[in-house]
């Protein structure tokens, strides 16, 4: 949309090829294909969020079979928990980064989320404020374009 905003990036810093656990956020054109979103803790962010159910989890073990799906506890693999008790994850937007189609090694899912503080890094995904969180909510589609230049 033309617009620059303020964000976070993975502590591995950028990345042109992202590996599992590498904590980089991968550069180049990635588009958001899926929104979820906190039922319980604001109302829904556009008409295609999706809710984040109560037991609802992200596989990112490269061994199994749902490698950088949204799974259901119980799980055994190794996966993070989407429904959070700290803010983070009341809105996630899910790019197209190695899903839903994951190659096992090529990192999990780069999700844009909800920063802890400014410029504090991420695992790999992409944090901004509540407050832009909320503005592109508002305004984006499925493909949006997010672009992580080097």
């Known amino acids: 949309m033309g617009r620059l905003i303020p964000c976070s990036i993975g502590r591995g810093g950028l990345s042109q090829s992202k590996i599992e656990g590498d904590g980089a956020t991968p550069t180049g054109v990635h588009k958001i294909e899926a929104v979820l979103y906190r039922r319980d803790r604001l109302s829904p962010p556009n008409r295609w ?12 073990d490269v061994n199994d079979p749902d490698y950088n799906q949204l799974v259901r506890a119980p ?5 993070e928990v ?21 190659i096992p090694g090529k990192g999990s899912a780069i999700f844009l989320h909800q920063w802890r503080r400014p410029h504090y890094p ?14 592109i909510a508002a305004r984006v589609l499925p493909g949006t374009k997010v672009i992580v230049r080097d």
């Open 49 to 60: 969020a999706i809710p984040i159910r109560p037991f609802d989890l992200w596989s990112d």
């Open 75 to 79: 799980y055994d693999a190794s996966h």
């Open 82 to 102: 989407m429904r959070r008790a700290d803010p983070l994850y009341d809105i996630v937007f899910i790019t197209d980064w190695n899903w839903p189609a994951a």
């Open 122 to 135: 991420t695992e790999g995904c992409i944090a901004f404020s509540r407050e832009d969180l909320l503005w």
